[in-house]
């Protein structure tokens, strides 16, 4: 079957017309489809997951006889929901959804903000009368997406995207947790790659924001629809013109950030028809999707998807420079103790079941960076970090923020411990640095008396650090009392209290770095 028109009444369901991969899903699950009892001998397509329920569209058993017998005038798909149990799985009887805002239009596929107890809903765009009783094989039949809320009870229509337009299509939504971006499909004119493409709109402030094609990495000169979005760091999708056929596959492509992946095939779903509208239960443990492969019961059927785990853990690590902010190319790092070279920007490391990991940065001439990184108590899955390093020289200083003491005092108050726990980090992960810790006050008081009293508190600070495991001979205590002021605030001068402060400071200098 080849679907090129925005859909076939009887034969397809509401189609929108005219490097390294990420292969992580697929290596992560197992997906197993069977049959379910929702279809009909006519076309049921477009699962969502709404709050305790399974949407989806399809015919009444009226429209199903007129369908059967050929007559395919004034039929329309219609919303229907059936519950399910707290994995997924359907439980509940078939009931008809939004009957008097989708009467006289097409409707679904929705997608469901549980945050803002918004569900954007696909209908079919009449603005023409003309087009509004064709026979709809022969007509160009556009979609939009509205939105309803529950008010009273009752769903009620409260928007639509400003993208809606008569002359072309918008639909298939799926929206991320938070209500702040949207994906759909469209086929607008002068803005994508081929037949339909997916974009996204982002949300501020209520107002959404222009429609962002997703690009080449996603989009293709076929037809590129039915997205949908799983926690925020899952794009699934389905596409024509990826493969040799016209037939529609299923993709998956992960998202970090703002960047995407590329994409890779769902090859456990995807059959020589068409395979599209793949949607996970938060639970991951259960999906549906929509097929007409052969063997079903209708021309487009629901499918459910056991989803198992395959228990497996992966680690991403990124080494970012802190004053480009870029990555570091072929950075060289440690991993549980062993040296390894990250071979061009991207570390990956497959990780056991409950243990923890150190990794650390070991690049010459840098600030080097460690994490720990655990998978105990974590769910399976990539795990992605990032470590961060900072070019420096001999002789550079660093100025420790928030070292606290009381006033005439040297003792190390607890707040100051974070800090300089911080520095105790930073000479573990550079173990051939050797430091000065400079401890300096304002100008008030005598010169004697201040040098005395900064040597203390860096006497002090140091002790602390060679408490935590720091060898004495990698560290000086030296204190310059009010010797080196970083403003104008010398005897006499009237500063205010912030310029004080500012000259209280503790520093500390690399010496060496073998």
């Known amino acids: 079957m080849k679907k090129l028109l925005l859909f076939l009444v009887g034969i397809a369901p509401l189609m929108l017309t005219a490097q390294n991969k990420c292969v992580y899903f697929e290596k992560m699950v197992d997906l197993k489809s069977e049959k379910t009892s929702l279809n009909t001998s006519q076309s049921d397509f477009g699962p969502a997951f709404v709050q305790n329920e399974l949407w989806y569209s399809a015919f009444t058993n009226e429209e199903i006889e007129?369908?059967?017998?050929?007559?395919?005038?004034?039929?329309?798909?219609?919303?229907?929901?059936?519950?399910?149990?707290a994995k997924g799985n359907v439980t509940g009887v078939k009931e008809v959804e939004l009957a008097e805002i989708s009467e006289g239009y097409h409707a679904g596929p929705v997608s469901y903000c549980a945050a803002t107890g918004e569900l954007f809903v696909?209908?079919?765009?009449?603005?023409?009368?003309?087009?509004?009783?064709?026979?709809?094989?022969?007509?160009?039949?556009?979609?939009?997406?509205?939105?309803?809320?529950?008010?009273?009870?009752?769903?009620?229509?409260?928007?639509?995207?400003?993208?809606?337009?008569?002359?072309?299509?918008?639909?298939?939504p799926s929206v991320t947790s938070t209500g702040d971006t949207l994906y759909f499909a469209s086929d607008i004119p002068d803005k994508g790659f081929g037949g339909t493409d997916i974009y996204m709109t982002v949300?501020?402030?209520?107002?959404?924001?222009?429609?962002?094609?997703?690009?080449?990495?996603?989009?293709?000169?076929?037809?590129?629809?039915?997205?949908?979005?799983?926690?925020?760091?899952?794009?699934?999708?389905?596409?024509?013109g990826r493969g040799s056929g016209d037939d529609l596959?299923?993709?998956?492509?992960?998202?970090?950030?703002?960047?995407?992946?590329?994409?890779?095939?769902?090859?456990?779903?995807?059959s020589d028809g068409d395979d599209f509208a793949f949607v996970i239960h938060p639970e991951e443990e259960v999906g549906y999707y929509t097929s007409n492969k052969s063997g079903g019961e209708g021309s487009d059927d629901i499918y459910k998807v056991l989803i198992t785990k395959l228990g497996k853990y992966e680690l991403e690590l990124v080494v970012m420079d802190k004053k480009t902010g870029q990555a570091v190319r072929d950075a060289k790092i440690t991993f549980g103790g062993v040296l390894k070279a990250i071979a061009g920007l991207l570390f990956k490391q497959e990780l056991e079941k409950d243990k923890t990991y150190t990794v650390a940065t070991n690049i010459d001439g840098f600030m080097n960076d460690s994490k720990t990184i655990s998978t105990v108590g974590k769910p399976f899955g990539v795990i992605r970090d990032t470590l961060w390093v900072e070019k420096v020289e001999v002789g550079q200083k660093f100025v420790m923020e928030n070292i606290y003491y009381n006033f005439d005092k040297?003792?190390?108050?607890?707040?100051?411990?974070v800090e300089l726990n911080k520095l105790v980090k930073v000479m573990k992960d550079n173990p051939g640095w050797k430091v000065e810790l400079g401890s300096h006050t304002d100008s008030r008081g005598s010169d004697a008396y201040n040098e005395v009293l900064s040597q203390k508190r860096s006497d002090s600070a140091v002790a602390?650090?060679?408490?935590?495991?720091?060898?004495?001979?990698?560290?000086?205590?030296?204190?310059?009392?009010?010797?080196?002021?970083?403003?104008?605030?010398?005897?006499?001068?009237?500063?205010?209290?912030?310029?004080?402060?500012?000259?209280?400071?503790?520093?500390f200098k690399i010496l060496e770095m073998n």
């Open 464 to 507: 602390y650090i060679i408490s935590q495991g720091i060898s004495a001979d990698r560290i000086i205590a030296k204190g310059y009392g009010e010797s080196q002021l970083v403003n104008k605030c010398d005897d006499g001068v009237p500063c205010s209290a912030e310029e004080h402060r500012q000259n209280r400071r503790t520093e």
């Open 203 to 240: 949300r501020n402030n209520g107002t959404w924001g222009e429609m962002i094609n997703l690009g080449d990495k996603i989009n293709t000169s076929g037809d590129d629809m039915f997205p949908f979005i799983h926690r925020d760091r899952l794009l699934i999708f389905a596409s024509n």
């Open 249 to 270: 596959d299923l993709y998956s492509a992960g998202l970090m950030g703002d960047k995407i992946m590329e994409p890779s095939a769902i090859s456990q779903l995807n």
């Open 410 to 417: 040297w003792d190390i108050l607890p707040e100051s411990e």
């Open 122 to 172: 696909t209908l079919s765009n009449f603005e023409n009368p003309d087009v509004r009783n064709k026979v709809y094989q022969k007509a160009d039949i556009r979609l939009k997406i509205i939105v309803v809320k529950k008010q009273g009870g009752v769903w009620q229509k409260v928007g639509e995207l400003p993208f809606n337009n008569p002359t072309y299509s918008v639909g298939h």
């Open 66 to 85: 007129k369908l059967n017998s050929g007559t395919d005038k004034k039929i329309y798909y219609n919303l229907y929901s059936s519950a399910t149990d």
